[in-house]
């Protein structure tokens, strides 16, 4: 099975600031790496696909990029409904469609 | 507003079973992949199941394998989670989503989840 990490697990920051979350796979998934954002008693939601296509009506300071088995979704000009727990998704294997265990962006 | 809807959850003894159900309002089941994915409060998410546009093509995770089964009513615009031989470790929130149109897991449409406890 293919295992994700995610780094770091937790992490604080200001309104304005940029913000990277990596996550590595245990074994290349080409670009079948999606991320998603949860709040608090929310579902998720849906961010970026594909490693780098964003999904629609999402804000364009989200952006995500890599390939093979490490990839980084990028957070510009954080804003205040951005904090949040922040999770990666492979769907290289068909049948396991495993998810990092999350990166919490808090208030500074 | 487009809306998944889940329900059937609740309290139940380990071996015991479940049927969860996942309704759709102002959006479409047809033509598209459903999944349930499943989350402990607090803790991350695992996805649990997935079902093709006409049923034909089903796949489990492994810790659910055997014991849960994944269906849909596209006329009722419900998808179903059966769950048999409930233990403690399927306690969790359960989620109903719908893929992105075109795309097999790409999560676009979440429900609010419904919460299963399997306990004594």
């Known amino acids: 099975d293919i295992q994700m990490t995610q780094s770091p697990s937790s992490l604080s920051a200001s309104v304005g600031d940029r913000v990277t979350i990596t996550c590595r796979a245990s074994q290349s998934i080409s670009r079948y790496l999606n991320w998603y954002q949860q709040k608090p008693g929310k579902a998720p939601k849906l961010l970026i696909y594909?490693?780098?296509s964003l999904q629609s009506g999402v804000p364009s300071r989200f952006s995500g990029s890599g390939s093979g088995t490490e990839f980084t979704l990028t957070i510009s000009n954080l804003q205040g409904e951005d904090f949040a727990t922040y999770y990666c998704?492979?769907?290289?294997?068909?049948?396991?469609?495993?998810f990092g265990p999350g990166t919490e962006v808090a208030i500074k | 507003e487009m809306q998944l809807v889940e329900s059937g959850g609740g309290l139940v003894q380990p071996g015991g079973s479940l049927r969860l159900s996942c309704v759709g309002s102002?959006?479409?089941?047809?033509?598209?992949?459903m999944h349930w994915v499943r989350q402990v409060p607090g803790k991350g998410l695992v996805w649990v199941s997935r079902?093709?546009?006409?049923?034909?093509?089903?796949l489990y995770g492994d810790s659910v394998k055997g014991r849960f089964t994944i269906s849909r009513d596209n006329a009722k615009n419900t998808v179903y989670l059966q769950m048999n031989s409930l233990r403690a470790e399927d306690s969790a929130i359960y989620f109903c989503?719908?893929?992105?149109?075109?795309?097999?897991?790409?999560?676009?449409?979440w429900g609010q989840g419904t919460l299963v406890t399997v306990s004594p």
């Open positions: 594909a490693t780098s």
């Open positions: 102002g959006l479409t089941f047809t033509n598209y992949w």
């Open positions: 998704q492979q769907t290289y294997t068909t049948g396991e469609f495993t």
């Open positions: 989503t719908r893929a992105v149109y075109g795309r097999v897991s790409e999560f676009e449409y």
């Open positions: 079902i093709n546009s006409d049923g034909s093509d089903i």
